[in-house]
């Protein structure tokens, strides 16, 4: 496991990282989220010793980071770095010549080893083939591929996606899962949520220099907030408990209901649901369209209407107590507690 305890850096007066503390375990990929400029390279340079921490620790397998030579060379035979840019990582010629560089120089050079990793990396045939002249998504796979041939525990990758087009996103997702599955533990800097809700195990957020975030899902609403680059529909669903107050109906296009309790309530109040079948699911199929849609259920499916929510381009608000208008105290919670509204709960003005 690679663990950050209480970490600080700053590039002269600028405080980048304050106080983080993350883990990234073998076996799992740990996505990394945030807005351009958070700070998240710098936080990935602190994994290999590119960066030395002003204040805190790197721990590696239960062992403290050194910064001496020969701690900084185990380091990085444990700890793969995979740069946003592989013009910065490519130091050789031809592509063979790049791939033995880093195992020739630690003295574990393995030909047949090497010419596996490029095999499996979809590069075979290309170990002749100049550098400068591949694609950006093969200089990506090139890049890769130097760094597996070290043998490390765990890969850190810095915005993997950057400049490649969409055959080369799908072989970079294979390629990471394929890693997973062998074992090594990930960690993927991004601020494309689609990616990384594809590919991601367990994801943080780093925000104003600390994570603030920590956990197995993230939802669109949370991502927007913290600046997270989203193709979030400007749809919403408005979640109403059936003990709860039902909003003014004019203010949506749509009307869900999902569960007896529910429909009873509806039908006290007068109110036609246009949606009655499949509630959850077509509501959200209506607000991906950019829809608003009030949907009512039984207080007991509130968890299960989040939970679900987690796979949707959508906004979600539980509104419940009162009527959902202006004048009204709005109360937002996230489970950061830093970056905005996770949901919002909108309740009785005192």
């Known amino acids: 496991m690679i663990e950050l305890r209480d970490v600080w850096f700053s590039y002269g007066d600028r405080e980048v990282l304050k106080g983080v503390n993350m883990r990234v375990r073998k ?128 890969i850190i990758m810095d915005e993997p996606t950057a400049g490649v087009d969409g055959m080369g996103l799908k072989e970079i997702l294979k390629i990471v899962k394929n890693l997973k599955e062998s074992g090594k533990g990930i960690l993927i800097s991004t601020h494309d949520l689609d990616f990384a809700k594809t590919i991601g195990d367990r994801f943080m957020i780093l925000e104003d220099g600390r994570i603030i975030y920590d956990g197995v899902f993230v939802d669109y609403s949370l991502a927007e907030n913290c600046g997270i680059r989203t193709w979030l529909s400007e749809g919403e669903i408005v979640l109403v408990p059936h003990d709860s107050s039902i909003p003014e109906t004019d203010d949506f296009d749509f009307i869900a209901v999902m569960g007896k309790s529910a429909r009873e309530k509806l039908e006290r109040e007068g109110i036609e649901p246009d949606i009655n079948t499949a509630g959850m699911e077509r509501a959200f199929l209506r607000a991906i369209g950019g829809a608003r849609v009030m949907l009512v259920c039984s207080r007991s499916m509130i968890e299960v209407v989040k939970r679900e929510a987690q796979a949707y381009p959508v906004k979600l608000t539980i509104c419940d107590g009162v009527e959902c208008h202006e004048g009204q105290s709005v109360h937002s919670w996230s489970r950061s507690g830093e970056c905005g509204a996770h949901y919002t709960e909108r309740t009785e003005s005192n």
């Open 27 to 154: 076996g799992e990929i740990a996505i990394l989220l945030g807005r351009n400029g958070a700070g998240k390279s710098t936080l990935l340079m602190h994994l290999n010793g590119l960066l030395k921490p002003k204040k805190g620790e790197v721990i590696v397998d239960g062992i403290r980071v050194g910064y001496d030579r020969k701690s900084l060379i185990k380091l990085r035979r444990a700890v793969g770095f995979v740069f946003q840019n592989p013009d910065d990582q490519i130091v050789a010629p031809t592509v063979w010549q790049d791939v033995v560089f880093g195992p020739e120089n630690l003295g574990m050079r393995d030909d047949d080893r090497i010419k596996e990793i490029l095999r499996n990396l979809g590069l075979e045939r290309y170990e002749s083939r100049l550098c400068n002249s591949l694609s950006g998504g093969e200089k990506k796979r090139v890049a890769i591929a130097g760094v597996l041939a070290m043998e490390p525990e765990f």
